[in-house]
């Protein structure tokens, strides 16, 4: 059964720190190009990060560009999200997703994602 699991998130300060992390079951995670998205209230679902299947390469969204950074951990089937600097703005629901293709700013281009982690920067 395929499932993608999110878990790190929490309620941190502005300038504050989280380490996200996207637990693959059911299939092996260095196939696909693995995505975070976030989602705001009242907001459209936005890509924030992906990483490459095929090379490791790795493409952020200019809002998290400097803050955040994605890496895999193969032996654990697990891609993680380490955000620093968090701001208010950041502050939203948090999903790992999975493609078969090139990592992609569309969200429609993905199939199975996880069920969310919160994030909330607030002082």
């Known amino acids: 059964q395929v499932q993608l699991v999110e878990s790190g998130g929490g309620l941190v300060q502005p300038g504050g720190s989280l380490r996200l992390s996207c637990a693959a079951s059911?299939?092996?995670?260095?196939?696909?190009?693995i995505g975070w998205f976030r989602q705001a209230p009242g907001k459209e679902r936005e890509g924030v990060s992906c990483?490459?299947?095929?090379?490791?390469?790795?493409y952020y969204a200019d809002s998290v560009k400097g803050r955040f950074t994605i890496s895999r951990d193969s032996a654990k089937n697990t891609v993680y999200l380490q955000m620093s600097s968090l701001k208010p703005e950041d502050t939203a629901v948090y999903y790992c997703?999975?493609?078969?293709?090139?990592?992609?700013?569309?969200?429609?281009?993905?199939?199975?994602w996880g069920q969310g982690t919160q994030v909330t920067v607030s002082s």
């Open positions: 059911g299939f092996t995670l260095n196939y696909y190009a």
């Open positions: 990483i490459s299947n095929r090379d490791g390469r790795t």
């Open positions: 997703t999975r493609t078969l293709y090139r990592c992609s700013w569309r969200a429609s281009e993905y199939g199975y």
